[in-house]
């Protein structure tokens, strides 16, 4: 059983910062891609940013140069430092992982965290 959990969404000013946290437990063998979406009511989840075992990263032109993700390895944990929010950052962000549990390989998603940019 693998699990994703996500942490540090809340409500921001526009201008501010956020940093979001998504750890993996359980059964990892190894993890591959990983990835940050984020999703507001009445729309498709979209690709926020993407970040591969070997450190390649990919963003959304909407977050290129404001947002970064990175990944700690040993601690099966990926990030999304969010600079410069804006309104339009709104919406409840997940985080998806590519696991190798040792079986197969599966995607996951956490729970969602909401993000609030608002004065």
């Known amino acids: 059983q693998v699990q994703l959990v996500e942490s540090g969404g809340g409500l921001v000013k526009p201008g501010g910062s956020l940093r979001l946290s998504c750890a993996a437990s359980?059964?990892?063998?190894?993890?591959?891609?990983m990835a940050w979406y984020r999703q507001t009511t009445g729309n498709e989840r979209e690709l926020v940013a993407s970040i591969i075992s070997g450190g390649t990263t990919t963003y959304a032109d909407s977050v290129k140069g404001r947002f970064t993700i990175s990944r700690d390895n040993a601690k099966n944990t990926v990030y999304l430092q969010m600079n410069s929010l804006n309104p339009e950052d709104t919406a409840v962000y997940y985080c998806?992982?590519?696991?190798?549990?040792?079986?197969?390989?599966?995607?996951?998603w956490g729970q969602g965290t909401q993000v609030t940019v608002s004065s």
């Open positions: 998806n992982a590519v696991i190798n549990n040792g079986r197969y390989i599966g995607a996951y």
């Open positions: 359980g059964s990892i063998f190894s993890m591959n891609a």
